[in-house]
């Protein structure tokens, strides 16, 4: 009797997902500050300093210096907290951030699972609310800036660079040699020329309200480019809530 062929294990795929402006009509610097505030770990001087922050990430895109600054700032400001309290904090900002995450978006996310994908959230925010974010979503998990903490403590001090930029396709790039994915069966999704590095690090670069930058290089590359709308988050909303009063 012969041995009945040897079928290959497909390998993984993994998808990963940008935050501000690509999966949440926002940044989350400002949805972090809002908590905080709630929470009294930030008086209203700094809720409106990252205001203006965002403000400016909303009109100009992510430059570094603005993520540096609100950064340095959100650290300072921490510093001292316990993890507990961090997680505490998460969980309010994913709760503020429902509402505002695009229908259209998430809907991919889901599509992705469902095929049995890995999927990754991938974001300059501290590490503990990505991780949060993406359990929320039922993703795999969340990429963050990575926060130092000692004895439980937060000491205000990150463990390395920002995760924005070419810190992404590094961290994507090491993840799929890990999970043992092929990069050009993976996919990524931004809106900002900034992560240009990831998006070219996969083999299907999707842009999601992109820049002028990023949609312009997406055009010249044939990328598939979702423009949405904050009328699509209104819209979900009200389907939301009147599947609510029908149950």
């Given at each position: 009797m012969e041995d009945a062929p040897v079928v290959p294990r497909p390998l993984p795929v993994a998808?990963?997902?940008?935050?501000?402006?690509?999966?949440?009509?926002?940044?989350?610097?400002?949805?972090?500050a809002r908590a905080a505030r709630s929470l009294g770990i930030v008086g209203r001087r700094d809720l409106v300093r990252f205001g203006w922050k965002a403000l400016s990430f909303r009109r100009h895109g992510e430059r570094q210096s603005v993520l540096d600054e609100?950064?340095?700032?959100a650290m300072v400001l921490l510093a001292g907290h316990s993890a507990a309290e961090l997680h505490r904090l998460a969980g309010?900002?994913?709760?503020?951030?429902?509402?505002?995450?695009?229908?259209?978006?998430?809907?991919?996310?889901?599509?992705?699972?469902e095929a049995g994908h890995e999927v990754w959230l991938i974001s300059a925010t501290p590490d503990f609310l990505a991780a949060e974010l993406a359990a929320e979503?039922?993703?795999?998990?969340?990429?963050?800036?990575?926060?130092?903490?000692?004895?439980?403590?937060?000491?205000?001090?990150?463990?390395?660079?920002?995760?924005h930029g070419a810190e992404k396709?590094?961290?994507a790039t090491a993840?799929?040699?890990?999970?043992?994915?092929?990069?050009?069966?993976?996919?990524a999704y931004s809106d900002s020329m900034n992560d240009l590095p990831l998006l070219t690090a996969v083999g299907t670069p999707v842009a999601i309200n992109p820049d002028?930058?990023?949609?312009?290089?997406?055009?010249?590359?044939?990328?598939r480019t979702l423009t949405l709308d904050p009328a699509s988050i209104r819209a979900e909303r009200r389907r939301v809530r009147a599947g609510a009063r029908t149950r």
């Amino acid at each position: 009797m012969e041995d009945a062929p040897v079928v290959p294990r497909p390998l993984p795929v993994a998808a990963f997902f940008d935050v501000d402006k690509t999966l949440v009509n926002g940044a989350s610097a400002l949805f972090l500050a809002r908590a905080a505030r709630s929470l009294g770990i930030v008086g209203r001087r700094d809720l409106v300093r990252f205001g203006w922050k965002a403000l400016s990430f909303r009109r100009h895109g992510e430059r570094q210096s603005v993520l540096d600054e609100v950064r340095e700032r959100a650290m300072v400001l921490l510093a001292g907290h316990s993890a507990a309290e961090l997680h505490r904090l998460a969980g309010q900002v994913v709760r503020t951030m429902q509402p505002k995450i695009w229908p259209e978006t998430r809907a991919l996310l889901d599509a992705h699972r469902e095929a049995g994908h890995e999927v990754w959230l991938i974001s300059a925010t501290p590490d503990f609310l990505a991780a949060e974010l993406a359990a929320e979503l039922g993703a795999t998990g969340g990429i963050g800036s990575g926060l130092e903490v000692e004895d439980g403590i937060f000491t205000g001090r990150f463990t390395g660079p920002t995760m924005h930029g070419a810190e992404k396709a590094v961290a994507a790039t090491a993840l799929m040699r890990e999970h043992g994915c092929d990069p050009a069966d993976c996919f990524a999704y931004s809106d900002s020329m900034n992560d240009l590095p990831l998006l070219t690090a996969v083999g299907t670069p999707v842009a999601i309200n992109p820049d002028r930058a990023l949609q312009q290089h997406a055009r010249a590359q044939g990328w598939r480019t979702l423009t949405l709308d904050p009328a699509s988050i209104r819209a979900e909303r009200r389907r939301v809530r009147a599947g609510a009063r029908t149950r």
